[in-house]
């Protein structure tokens, strides 16, 4: 049997190779932790195929460009190069049409692969940013972004979060002030954006009409496809220093007065929040599976160190106090496994089966996002003190592991107002804020 010979023409990115089955994950092996028994045929192949481009960057890559900070150009041409941006585009913009369940393994496969949140990060937005705008852009506004995003000419970055109002989103203050021609002057400033110093494109939420102006906060926001042209006036950015996943920059963005056209504009001016809501739920699905990749990379790595690490004269593994919380933590990281393939099932579903409520959808992604963040901290964190003292040294790559996993339970939405979210919505307790 050719194991991929069912798949449509158009369906995935050129270049997959077709497998035979004794070639299932073949590459690297922190891989094979993670069982895969339920996942389709085409998110395995999903998986075998990014694998693959994976195995070209491996840690000692990555471990460099954590110290360096450069751009990790090559791997996302690589990715854009085998048409991988496009994972959960449409067909007729040039993407392959697949889900978010498939953008998520793929998310996930790059995060465990050694790559961790930077290899993520750098293609994240073209994933999840470009949601909205596939649904709610217009024929030309497509016909111009959408090709160049996949083939991975433009990168794209996703402007939300700002100084003053953080997780309060329907406060932001950046402000888009219509001109007589139609087009819009945008002023204020952004923080944490991920890309921005190599993004050709924003994704920018800003506001239409003032707060005190409309009848509710989520209304006149708006929701803006730009450039970002640095080299016109009124347009500043900041590298942040950080953390972790420190070769994809994060930058303060300062605009002032800066000129965007009229058909910068995604969908209709004043729904701007509403239009962001698809894209949200997508991207805790991401978050989640890049959780999950980072956990079972940690603890892969984990495992291998306690079988071959001895000390009193047997391997460090034997012990409970090493073998237990290791293997507790696999437990945790497969529940949280089955949580987030269910919230990107439900949300692919969602879009054909109006019976499936955009709450419940709300509710599975980010109660998936919240338990692989929390999973794939535990498993980290235990990953780090497994390794005793070499889990603090760079070459054994925990350490990296442990400083970026603390990225999916602060973003995009932190812990505290996921459980806001499940209280209100879920235990309809009352509001806490
Ligand atoms: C590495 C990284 C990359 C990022 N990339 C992007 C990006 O590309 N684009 C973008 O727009 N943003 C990005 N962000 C921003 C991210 O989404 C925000 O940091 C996140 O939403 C939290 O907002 P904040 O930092 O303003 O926290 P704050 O809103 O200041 O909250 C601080 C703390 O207070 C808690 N808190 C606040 N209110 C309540 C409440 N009512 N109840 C309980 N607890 C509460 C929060 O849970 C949190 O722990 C990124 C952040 C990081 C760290």
């Known amino acids: 049997m050719r194991r991929f010979s069912f798949l449509p023409a158009r369906g995935l990115p050129r270049l997959i190779p077709r497998a035979t089955p004794s070639a299932r994950f073949s590459t690297a092996a922190p891989r094979q932790l993670m069982a895969t028994a339920g996942f389709t045929e085409t998110q395995l192949t999903v998986r075998e195929g990014v694998s693959q481009i994976c195995a070209r960057f491996p840690n000692s890559y990555w471990r460099e460009l954590d110290q360096q900070e450069p751009d990790p150009a090559d791997f996302h041409a690589a990715l854009a190069r085998d048409g991988w941006l496009g994972i959960a585009l449409p ?13 998520t393994i793929m998310m996930q496969t790059i995060a465990e692969s050694g790559a961790g949140m930077a290899g993520a990060q750098s293609i994240h937005a073209n994933v999840y940013a470009t949601q909205p705008l596939a649904r709610f852009g217009s024929p030309a506004q497509l016909r111009s972004t959408i090709p160049h995003i996949i083939s991975g000419k433009w990168r794209v970055c996703f402007g939300v979060t700002e100084p003053n109002s953080g997780l309060d989103t329907l406060r932001l203050a950046t402000a888009a002030v219509k001109q007589p021609d139609g087009s819009y002057r945008v002023s204020g400033q952004k923080i944490w954006i991920t890309c921005a110093q190599v993004a050709a494109k924003m994704i920018l939420l800003a506001r239409t009409t003032p707060l005190e102006e409309v009848q509710k906060p989520s209304e006149g926001l708006s929701l803006f496809c730009i450039d970002l042209d640095r080299s016109r006036p009124g347009l500043e950015m900041r590298r942040i220093k950080k953390m972790g996943g420190r070769a994809v920059d994060a930058n303060e963005v300062f605009f002032d007065n800066y000129s965007i056209p009229a058909e910068s504009l995604v969908g209709t001016e004043g729904q701007g929040f509403k239009i962001i809501l ?20 940690a603890l892969g790595k984990a495992a291998a160190y306690a079988r071959e690490r001895t000390v009193f004269q047997r391997p460090i593994g034997q012990n409970q106090g090493i073998a237990h919380p290791l293997a507790d933590a696999y437990m945790r990281l497969e529940a949280a496994k089955l949580a987030t393939y269910h919230a990107a099932r439900l949300y692919d579903q969602s879009r054909t089966d109006p019976a499936i409520r955009q709450d419940e959808v709300g509710v599975a992604c980010n109660s998936a996002k919240y338990l692989a963040a929390e999973a794939a901290f535990q498993a980290c964190e235990r990953a780090v003190l497994t390794h005793g003292g070499m889990g603090y040294a760079l070459e054994y790559d925990v350490e990296r592991y442990f400083r970026e996993c603390l990225v999916p339970r602060i973003a995009p939405v932190s812990r505290e107002m996921i459980l806001n979210y499940i209280s209100e919505r879920v235990l309809h307790l009352p509001r806490s804020y």
Do not use: K, P, V
């Open 91 to 103: 067909e007729s913009l040039g993407g392959s049409g697949l889900g978010i369940a498939e953008a």
């Open 278 to 297: 698809h894209g949200m739920n997508a991207e805790r699905c991401l978050l989640a599976g890049e959780a999950l990749g980072l956990g079972y990379a």
